[in-house]
């Protein structure tokens, strides 16, 4: 597996690939991987000629009080996975080769970004914006992978890559579970024993909600009842949000139907959290 540092020998190892008529498919990640990163990988893999995994906490993305200094770290670990994985090439930059010290250009939207997390984290999806629209410039993909945990994310990049005519397709990979169904997640290595076992409510409520859709529910407020009844119990619970919302513009929906997202967002203790699911997806299992 190739390992650069960068723009320059990603670009050349893309155009040698290129000149073969090769396919590349482009795996963004922040690191400190899990098997939600690998299946990403995996698909990837299956769909193209080369992989390239990036590795960038991106410091554009995190508000002054949120967690950039302690986000979990491990280089060698990852790149270790990577490379048992199959995958061909890892880009991982120091932040001074993506943000130059005079850097003042932003990719940013409105409406999908605006509410979910983007209203508790408001500076977040001009950092996701930006950083890819670099990624996708200096490597080119054919395609892209990203998660469905990060359901907001995945619809503010593709909107971006439509409205901006990016020659890519978005593919969306499903979320990775544990066993007891709390989604993977990098910040899930912040949460103690009994942080980690509150954790579990949350695949739980929504999966009490996945319930009421299948014996005919489809109303978005008694539907976020059920939910938020599932974790208001818990006392190291602060609920973010709990939102029916269109799965594609991210706006409110009062009668849920296939397609439409139920997202939620909980600090449990002092990490954030978040799940989701797709009204007419397989139901969670734990």
Not at 115 to 120: M, R, T
Not at 220 to 227: F, G, P, V, W
Request: aromatic letters at 6%; glycine letters at 6%; charged letters at 30%.
């Amino acid at each position: 597996m190739i390992r650069a540092k960068k723009i320059e020998e990603v670009r050349e190892q893309i155009q040698k690939w290129k000149a073969e008529g090769l396919t590349v498919g482009l795996c963004p990640t922040m690191g400190y991987l899990h098997e939600g990163h690998l299946s990403l990988i995996d698909a990837s893999r299956n769909d193209n000629d080369r992989t390239v995994a990036t590795i960038f906490v991106n410091p554009m993305q995190f508000g002054p009080t949120e967690d950039l200094a302690k986000y979990p770290r491990d280089f060698e670990r990852d790149c270790a996975m990577l490379e048992e994985e199959g995958c061909d090439m890892v880009f991982a930059p120091e932040d001074s080769e993506m943000y130059a010290e005079d850097f003042c250009t932003f990719v940013d939207m409105t409406g999908v970004s605006e509410g979910l997390c983007g209203a508790s984290r408001p500076v977040m999806f001009r950092g996701v914006c930006t950083v890819l629209t670099k990624l996708i410039n200096i490597i080119h993909p054919n395609k892209m992978y990203l998660g469905k945990k990060d359901a907001q994310q995945l619809a503010v990049v593709r909107r971006m890559v439509r409205d901006l005519d990016f020659d890519l397709e978005v593919v969306g990979c499903p979320t990775v579970r544990e066993e007891d169904g709390l989604a993977k997640s990098s910040r899930n290595t912040y949460l103690n024993e009994e942080e980690r076992i509150a954790a579990r409510k949350l695949s739980r409520s929504l999966r009490a909600a996945q319930d009421a859709i299948a014996a005919g529910e489809n109303s978005s407020e008694r539907l976020k009842a059920i939910i938020t009844e599932g974790l208001s119990d818990e006392p190291l619970f602060k609920i973010d949000y709990v939102e029916a919302v269109d799965g594609l513009t991210m706006k409110p929906v009062y009668k849920v139907k296939d397609g439409d997202l139920i997202a939620i967002a909980v600090w449990d203790s002092t990490t954030r959290l978040i799940d989701n699911f797709l009204v007419g997806d397989p139901l969670i299992e734990f």
